[in-house]
Each structure stands twice: as C-alpha cells, then as structure tokens.
C-alpha cells in the first residue's frame, strides 16, 4: 500500500521565480491538505483541496494556490519567490466521508525548498 | 482559535529511562489531539490519536498519551526509551480540518 508521495524531494529557485510542488495521496484518501515547515518550526497549515476544490485555507497569501485533480493528486504552486518562502512542504492525505474529514492525516516525505 | 503548547524545546534522556513529552493545547470543546514524530530530513509519522473514550491512548513504538480535560493537556509518555526514538516531536490539535501544531520538542537519547 503506498503511502502520501511528493516529488521532486529537493528544489533550488531564485527570488521572483514561481514553483510547482506535486503530490499523490495514500491509496483511498480523496483528500490532501499543505503545510510550511520552516526551519526549527511546526508545520504551518496551508491549504486543503476535497473534490478538486479549496475548502479551507491557513493564512497564506494569495501566491500560495493550489489545485486538486480527479485522481485526487494535488499541486502547490508558489509565485513570486521570496527568500522566506524556504522551508520543507509537506502534503497530507485524508478521507472524508460524508462531507467530514475524519482528521487523521497521513504525511509525505516533504519537498525541501530552497530560494536563493 | 486554537493554539498548542510544547513547553519543552529540547529533552535529552538516557536510553532506557522514561519519557514525557508536555503538550498543552487551547480550544473551547474537545479537540482532537495528535502526535507526530519527525526523523531529520523526514516528514510526519503518526504516534498516535485521541477522538473520544478512553483517555489513555496507546499508539506505535511503545508510546502512550493521556488526554486531561481539566488540565487541557495531552501528554505523551514511553516507559523506556530507545536510542532510535531520538526526533523531533510534534503535538497537534484539529477541532476542524486544519492541524494546528506546537513548535515541537527534541529529543535526545544519550548512551
């Protein structure tokens, strides 16, 4: 059973730059949810996506988007790259059932993210 | 809104002994509580989960946590550590979709 992927593991950008995150849920979960690690800190909450929509969103500004696909596989995209945006992002994957998350939710590995 | 608290930024035990990790969280109904472990460089493994019922969780590796009510504490215990559970880890709350985490404790385990 394959757990929450994420690619690529590593990314170098510069300041300006925009970048695509990527990120497949564990088998049977139809929903994903993104954190911010920044370095030393707890893991931010981002966004989170259930039916190709956004349904709840953390307090992050609007270069932060996301977007959910029918295979329930998800894309963080950050535009406009500033030196605070390196951290290492985290997806997670959930079921809901219902119309409710049942809150547990499994992790990926992260993608490291470095903006030079 | 909902908040959690690590008091504990760095623990260091000798291996064998027994751990406990302090976790304090701020929310108006009962929440529900995770922990979350972190190898360096690594993403989030689940220890553990409390919904409802029983207080005392059991989760993976040996490590148990106790839901307080009164004292709005969640904290989580192992009877002898081991030197691989040397981690950061992380406390968290999800009254609704979002987890909301502490600023986590390391763990050291030393020889």
């Known amino acids: 059973d394959a757990g929450v992927t994420q690619s690529p593991t590593h990314l170098i950008k510069t300041r300006g730059q925009q970048v695509t995150l990527r990120c497949s849920p564990k088998?049977?979960?139809?929903?994903v949810s993104w954190y911010q690690q920044a370095l030393g800190q707890g893991p931010q909450f981002i966004f989170q996506?259930?039916?190709?929509?956004?349904?709840q969103r953390g307090n992050f500004p609007d270069r932060f988007s996301g977007h959910q696909f029918p295979n329930y596989s998800s894309e963080l995209n950050v535009n406009a790259l500033l030196l605070g945006d390196s951290a290492l992002y985290l997806c997670?994957?959930?079921?809901?059932?219902?119309?409710?998350?049942?809150?547990?939710?499994?992790f990926g590995p992260g993608t490291r993210l470095t903006v030079l | 809104a909902q908040s959690v608290t690590q008091p504990d930024i760095h623990i260091t035990v000798s291996e064998g002994a027994s751990l406990e990790l302090r976790c304090n969280y701020s929310?108006?109904?009962?929440?529900?509580l995770f922990w979350y472990v972190q190898s360096p460089g690594q993403g989030l493994q689940l220890l553990l989960k409390?919904?409802?019922?029983?207080?005392l969780v059991q989760g993976i590796k040996g490590f148990e946590a106790e839901f307080k009510r009164s004292q709005s504490s969640f904290n989580l215990r192992k009877p002898s550590v081991h030197w691989s559970d040397a981690a950061e880890y992380f406390c968290?709350?999800?009254?609704?979709?979002?987890?909301?985490f502490g600023s986590g404790t390391r763990l050291q385990v030393q020889p």
């Open positions: 409390y919904f409802s019922g029983d207080t």
């Open positions: 929310y108006g109904a009962t929440p529900y």
């Open positions: 996506y259930y039916e190709e929509e956004e349904r």
């Open positions: 088998s049977g979960h139809d929903t």
């Open positions: 997670a994957s959930s079921y809901t059932t219902g119309g409710l998350s049942t809150d547990t939710q499994y």
């Open positions: 968290a709350v999800a009254p609704q979709r979002a987890l909301t």
